[in-house]
């Protein structure tokens, strides 16, 4: 897979291919529903309803999607370059990390310093955990697979240790640190509401994302070279210096969706924040087609399904964990349409 | 005088919007006979065979083989007649061992793979033409001459009666050659039948017992070998169009716009690519370097060029010394380069014109603005490209891959030219195009020539070279071995320099 994965992205179009994909895993989880004895309309109308149900519904489902659409705008731009990152997962958790230790060993007081100071060291934090990846694989000539997915499980235990030991509550019973200081809390949308700040950085970063890749010479430069490398070098742009750059800012990206994760839902850090956040990205990329406008609705789309999730679960017993196969299902749907597309375009 | 006629061609028309790529070629192969089919490139081989495989449909002709027509065929079913053929770019796959690679897609190894027996069966047929495999090896382990020979033992196998081979010598070493004659000859006494693609006279009066000469999709000549001459073939194959261009200017009497001095590219295993090659070119001058494919001129021009890392040497455009800069800083310098892949190096296939005619000047108006792309400049640069240099093409939103490889190469010439240059580094720069279009390349070449540049052009056309190249030199095994003036230029002796059997090249390198 990983040697046919970046073929496969070759042809990045198509909403409608998103859309076929993501019926046909659906057809494919009722069959489970069916065979697991419950009735996937029930399972589906509550799922419906525990995404859009009520304003508090889909405020908690648009906080979902946010470390969705910041991750994923990063790994598709990475993508594009044909740089296969698939180090969201410990980038987001550094980035949680950087962000909560930076609350506790430099206290702020205004709020806008805190949030500042919080969400910045996220973002320096992730780039610095994605740079490391990115070096790795410059200049020890590591496939950048390896050394971003060997660096998740790292990350993983560098959060873990730092909750033993100097950021765990003390007697907590439990690995997570000490609440953070009301001024770290990202402000919230609308009063009453859960809804955070977190989803307009999103959508402020992708769109960012977008005029990057589309209307500037560094997102020209990423375009050739995720076409041809030959064609990069002899156009002058250098590849490694191109690599590190858009690793550093995936890297960020993933390290902003941590910092947001921990100063906008938990409100301290707990071991295990980023489970499953960073491979989901990936899988949001891919829907988005690598457009990161695209990523919006694909991150929002594995944020309300999640959502609903936990609802269905409550509602009919079916468990939550059948939306894991919705979304793996919707990957592997994306995947087959596009090398069926690439066979197509070969032939 | 041979009674079978294995194949006949007559009257095969095919045009590609007004070229006229095949204008009407019989072609007729004999059981035992070699038949040896001339011709530049772009003189309409290639189109030929396509068009017996099956590839292409004629516009008009007939195919008759073995007394069975073959029309609307696909390449599957002339290979299932008993045609086969070994392409210049082998079909293997080099993960795979010998035996492996001649299994795949043969229905004879079967469902359930008896590998051992075929693996006999490959060392058998192998012995009896003497193409000595190890049907056990891994193909990417194999030299080139010995994975041509598992595409012939593969058509064998296969039940090939008509072999075709692609300019199959353009890649080997004199030895190679000669096994590949070798194994020529047994082919015709078992009485098979080969049309020998080539453009090199010696091999085909060696080998062949025929010669057909395409030239601008016709056929000039027929004549069997023993009636003719090299000299003859040379000029029918050339045709009037050989001429040499008029003023040659004495590059002593200015300064040099582009020196080399003592360049060495080492490979990745520290094998010398290119060995202490120096030279200069003057503005106003075309230096063409000759040379079989592979004996370091890519890695030559790409070591100019600031893609590839020389091993030691000096490169100067003018009295600046710009061995230690990079691309973009070349390019600065006035500094061109024609790569010879299209498809993957000078152009990005899914961009448009326009992105790829700001391919690497992006960074300059009027294409950007600071760091922000300017779409009207891009747009505005193609317009004017796409008239200036006749790129037939809708518009500058076009991707690139959707245009004939013409008017592809049309855009490369026009970004490289357009730059105003005072050095143009081209390699192959004519590669795979229609005659117009390779006229075109050429006098784009000589235009720039006329305006001052100096031209380092690398070819392994001989022709095109003579007909460009104020001074011609001669690469064989990273060395550059001797360059001399246009008119000194004698064939013989530069045909043997580029095969390194001229025992002059020590006295003739400057």
Known sequence: MLRSLPRALRIPSGAKRAATAIGASFVATALLILIAGKNPIAAFSAMFYGAFGSMDRIAFACN?????????????????????????????????????????????????????????????????????????????????????????????????????????????????????????????????????????????????AHIYLWNTTGGFALRVLGASRSAAIYAGFSVSALTMKLMLVAGAMAGLAGAVEVLGVHYRLIEGFSQGFGFNAVVVALLGALNPLSVIPAGLFFGFLEAGALAMQRQVGVPSSLVSVIQGLTMLFVLAALASTAQRKAA | MRASPLLEMRGIVKHYGAVRANDGIDLDVSAGQIVGLLGENGSGKSTLMKVLFGMVAPDAGSIVFRGKELSGHLPREAIAAGIDMVHQHF??????????????????????????????MIRETSAGYGLDLDPRAPVGMLSFGQRQRVEILKAILRGAELLVLDEPTSNLSPPEINGLITVMRRLRAEGKGIVFISHKLAEVTAVCDEAVVLRDGRVVGRAPIAQTTRADLARLMVGRDVVAPIVRTDCAASDPLLSVENLSVDGPDGQHLVSDVSFSVCGGEVLAIAGVDGNGQLELVEAIAGIRRPAGGTLRIRTTDVSRAGVAARIAHGLSFIPPDRSRTSLVSEMSIAENLALRDVRQPPYSRGVFLSPRGLQAAADRLIEGYAIRAPGGRTPVHQLSGGNQQKIVVAREMDRGPKVLVAFQAAWGLDPGATRFVLEQVLALRGAGAAVLYISTELEELLSIGDRIGVMFRGRLAGIMRREEVDLERLGLMMAGTSDDSATLAA
């Open chain 2, 91 to 120: 079909m293997l796959v080099e993960a795979m061992t010998v035996a492996e690679n001649i299994m795949i897609g043969w229905e004879k190894a079967g469902r359930w793979l008896r590998t051992a027996e075929i693996a006999e």
């Open chain 1, 64 to 208: 979902k999607s946010t470390p969705y659409i910041l991750c994923g705008t990063g790994i598709a731009l990475c993508f594009r370059a044909r740089i296969i990152n698939i180090g969201g997962e410990g980038q987001i958790a550094l980035g949680g990390l950087g962000a909560a230790w930076v609350a506790f060993v430099w206290p702020q007081h205004s709020a806008f310093m805190a949030v500042g100071t919080a969400l910045l060291a996220g973002m320096a934090a992730g780039a610095l955990w994605s740079g490391l990846a990115a070096a790795i694989h410059l200049w020890r000539n590591v496939h950048e697979v390896l050394a971003t997915l060997l660096l998740n499980f790292i990350a993983l235990l560098l959060v873990g240790e730092a909750l033993h030991g100097a950021l765990g509550e003390p007697g907590a019973g439990f690995p997570q640190s000490s609440m953070l200081d009301n001024a770290y809390w990202l402000p919230v949308l609308a009063t009453g509401s859960q809804l955070h700040l977190g989803i307009v950085i999103a959508v402020v970063v992708a769109v960012a």
